[in-house]
């Protein structure tokens, strides 16, 4: 009987060691990046997520119910699993409600060296109250990838781009949201990020986290290459090189990825596609491309292409459609837009017919991407050809003289360049998906 009291005793004294562990209530309980120590129990705000730069990670939680004596502690964990460093606070020198904190360093500290899934667990009075997860990342780095500088219209992977020309590059930018230039001539800086060849600033079409759309500067003609890097916040990327061509073209397409229905309107400056198709031998096509080089009237970096005069390239491109040779009417840059070029042809007789015949730009021993447009099949009149042309090149607005077969056509050679292709020269571009320019 004594031996069963002495256990009763013993039991029920552990009942009561163990009943504040059972009894004590969490109220709130975070992790933090600062807290105010300076007295009361000021609730922070949570945060998960860290960085191997920030200062602490701090703890934060209050409970009710506390008993005199009661002990708390904190144990953090690497994301190894082992334990990193403890915190036992003093026993309570009374009942009530208490808030607890407690905080390990992060930069200059192993935890910078550690990123990755932390963890606390937090005990009262030697048993388990809580667990909190948490992350320490490295911060984003700016960078420019590899490789990632190419022709805006073209896309092709490894090869040049032309100085005046539209090109973009993908990387990592670190900015939240996407930023396009409103105002012409066009800004050197879009939501503090800036990029640079060198000391020469580059104006910026548009700017997100993983693509800024550009002109290649005017400035770097002459060069093969140069270094290109990008800056934000204090912080500038790693440079890449960029190679340079004095022509390096590319046609704009409809999807934005370089390939399919090309950016081609007609003289009433509607798409030419299958609901539009062009006349062979009659239809002036206005076709929008980018690196076509020199040019004269030559605009300031950033600055629009001029309409009085146009500014014509100092070297004649070569155009086929459906693999003819076209008359090309006019070659220069689009007035009113940056780095955007636009090429007037008239469409060979000969062409191949259908919704995807394939247009292709060469100059200077340099060719294009192949873009598509659609072409009606050939008159009925097997005979039917191209007599002459006059006058066979001609400004914007002139009016050319057609002659089939002795047939006379006057048309408007469709050479305002001021009529542009209206895409939104943001052109929210990327790689390897389906999006397409934003415009009409």
Sequence with gaps: MKTQRQLSRLLFGLALLSFPGLAVTVTDHMLTKAVNTSGGCIVP???TSFLTTDQSVWLWFNVTGANAGDVASATWYSPNGAAYSSTTWNPLASAGTWCYWSS???VGYPPASSPGN???RVSWNGSALFSLNFTILAPAV????????VNAA???SGAAVAPGSIASAFGSFLLTSPAGAANMPLPTNLSGLSMQFGSTKVPLIYAANGQVNFQVPWEVTGLSQASLTATLNGQTSTAQSVSLAAL????FSTNSQGFGQGAILDPAYKLVDASNPATPGSTVVLIYCTGLGAVSNQPASG????????????TIPTVTIGGAPAQVLFSGLAPGFVGEYQVNALVPPNSASGDAVPVVISIGGKTSNTVTMAVKAAPVNPNATLTSISPTSGNAGQ????ILNGTQHELHSGTNPGQLWRRDQRGRHSRGTAKRADGQ
């Design 248 to 251: 390096a073209p590319g046609i």
């Design 142 to 149: 700016l960078s420019i990838s590899t490789g990632g500088v």
């Design 303 to 314: 600055a629009p292409g001029p309409s009085n005069p146009p500014a014509a390239t100092t």
């Design 399 to 402: 009016i050319l003289t057609v």
């Design 118 to 120: 932390w963890s606390v």
């Design 45 to 47: 705000t949570p945060a």
């Design 104 to 106: 390990i360093s992060v």
């Design 154 to 156: 073209s896309y092709a």
